[in-house]
């Protein structure tokens, strides 16, 4: 377990969502912890990945959606903690890390007859480099819900010090492991 | 500035409280303690429990408000709201 004082953490998009959604009674209790000493922070690549997905879902939906599609925005927005924006030093630690891994390790995700393409797969992974890249420059562990992807850039890290000077490793901590 | 004398720098007013024997006996031993009255410890007691009520609240909130955002949504949803667009395979 993951003492919810020893924070603030940096979390992944999945990772919000799913802590979010969870329904395992020790998992609530931990988030209900962890906020009542820290923030989610998130990075705005977070944000930018969330608010497009609620605006494309929005535009799908049919005139009697919208407005819940809306409402779930809006929660969202309002529910927002920290957010770390984009900066030089993060760039340049992302540049870096794409420098390090051009391809995502992982194929794109499918479900049934529905594929993510290989632009959108290349778009996420560098949305995760840049996420990564978030929690060396704000030193904060990242909590995540996607271990393949995440391992192989703290791998990569850890195997090329050399390019992240003063930058310590990357320190994962998986969703399910917290409480 | 230490809590007791930022205290002294708030409006005050005077009140009758009907506080437990045990609370009170341990708050008068913390002011003896450190050489302060009852008013300051119960002062920074009571200031320290609202933070904390405030914070449960704020806390409350945020999960109501996570939860709301997330709910209603299909799998499918709920991935692209993670960012993760799928669409119909193209036929082989």
């Known amino acids: 377990m993951i003492d919810p ?5 940096l979390f992944d ?7 979010a959604r969870t329904k395992h009674s020790e998992l609530l209790t931990w988030v209900g912890a962890y906020l009542s000493h820290h923030p989610f922070h998130i990075s705005a690549i977070t944000v930018l990945e969330r608010t497009r997905g609620y605006s494309t879902l929005w535009r799908r939906a049919q005139e009697e959606s919208r407005e819940s599609i809306e409402a779930s925005r809006i ?21 870096e890390i794409m420098s390090l891994l051009p391809d995502p390790p992982t ?12 632009q959108e797969r290349l778009a996420r992974w560098r949305f995760d480099g840049l996420i990564a890249a978030t929690a060396l420059v704000a030193r904060m562990p ?3 819900n996607n271990a393949a992807d995440f391992e192989a850039v703290r791998s990569a890290i850890e195997r090329t010090p050399e390019r992240f000077p003063d930058l310590g490793p990357l320190e994962l901590i998986r969703c399910a492991s917290l409480a | 500035m230490g809590p007791a004398r930022s205290l002294s720098k708030v409006k005050k007013q005077r009140t009758t409280l009907t506080l437990p024997s045990d609370s009170l006996t341990k708050a008068k031993n913390i002011a003896r303690a450190r050489g302060v009255n009852l008013s300051t410890v119960i002062s920074e007691a009571l200031s320290e429990g609202l933070r904390i009520h405030e914070v ?3 806390s409350e909130e945020v999960l109501n408000s996570y939860r709301k955002a997330f709910s209603g949504f299909t799998e499918v949803e709920l991935a692209l709201l993670d960012g993760v667009v799928l669409e119909p395979s193209p036929r082989r």
């Open chain 1, 75 to 95: 929660a969202y927005l309002s529910a927002l903690g920290p957010v770390w924006p984009l900066n030089g030093a993060i760039a340049v630690v992302a540049g």
């Open chain 1, 142 to 144: 990242l909590i995540h």
């Open chain 1, 13 to 19: 998009t999945s990772a919000e969502s799913w802590l």
């Open chain 1, 5 to 9: 004082a020893s924070g603030p953490f």
């Open chain 1, 107 to 118: 194929p794109p995700r499918r479900s049934h007859h529905l594929a993510e393409s290989h």
């Open chain 2, 56 to 58: 449960t609240k704020r």
